[in-house]
């Protein structure tokens, strides 16, 4: 291939290639209300929240005390109405509606509205698949939720589109508050984890596998999560989580540097971000050699450690530009480190889509940015004298997209 047709062929190829989305928070339309849709909910985006809060006087408890229609409002007067909607978050609002079809100048909240009032939601999901090109998501299935485990209690069956995570922050990050849930579940725990606790454990997370068939575990941690550890989280992860996620051969993501609640009263929309150990990972890999993790850190400054890490241990899959870092001119640059570290065995980005409709503006945009890192990727290896077809750019892009992922979790054994 010349290097004058790279841009226009590499795009094509990342624009058609399905994507599977490894990490979001969206579910099937069996889960009801847990599926958030619609523009309320794209307005009432935590992201888009803490960035209200900093240009509108209205306090974050005043703000959580009004309707959800009341926040899209403020939501939309101060960020896309009072301000110009440049930053990450709010662009993203603007690429969504436009995508649904919006003549954005001359569209009120109103008009939007009504559109959402007259669509149904299974229709919906399928436009949003179709539009952003997602193959599949994964969804986060928190083990701990009462309301989730209703309805895994009563599900029949399956949208193949929406794959399961077993979610345990809650176990790793409040023990006591855990156990309690355990205990009323029917499992014989004590705060102390002796081996019958950790038992017990190990069983409630069998017996949560076998309704959900999750793909992978995963939980969020603090930038100051070590291993090995002596503290609950520590004995949980050493007796609980590595033996139970080795056997079943089931992946286990960390998700780490999140500073909970740097400002409560923002509740979800309150979190910050912190550098973490990536000694951590050195220890967790190669001590748990039959272990495999999956691995997305929140801070800008922990990805080339991280990258690093990663060329060390078959065992670790590097994923994602998680959160704060879901911004462009970060994940070009994290993307053009990893590639040029591991080549093509990571998997570049997941949506951490909240709201269904956010699937459209977060693959859109991420598919640009990756799709311009790799096209000046591919024109460094012809300048070095190697030919570049488009089949290699398109075996590359679905590992990238979907392959590595399913091999890595075993998905398609
Ligand atoms: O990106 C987010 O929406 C965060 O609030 C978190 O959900 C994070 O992605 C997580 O899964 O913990
Ligand atoms: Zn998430």
Redesign the pocket.
Known sequence: MKKSELQQTVSAVVNQTPVLDV?T?LYSARFGDLLLWGIDELLDY?YLICETLINDPTSPDEFYAMTKADQAELVWNTLFVRNTPVSEATRGVVTTLRALGFELEKTTLSQVREYFASTKVDDYIDLVFDQSNVEAAVM?NDVLDPAEQAVWAELSERDPRFLAALRIDGLLNDWPGAVAVLRAGGYDVSEGLDDNTCGEVRRFLADNAEVMQPVYMAA?LPPTFAYPEDSARGKLLEKCILPFSRERALPFAM?IG?KKLINPPLQ?AG?GVGKADIGVLERLCGGNPENKFLVTCLSRENQHELAVTARKFSNLMVFGC??WLNIPSVIAEMTAERIELLGTRFIPQHS?A?VLDQLIYKWSHSRKVIADVLAEKYADLIDAGWTVQRSDIERDVRRLFSENFRKFVGLDN
């Open positions: 990490h928070h935590h986060t969020s998700m999140v979800l979190d998680w959160w951490d909240r």
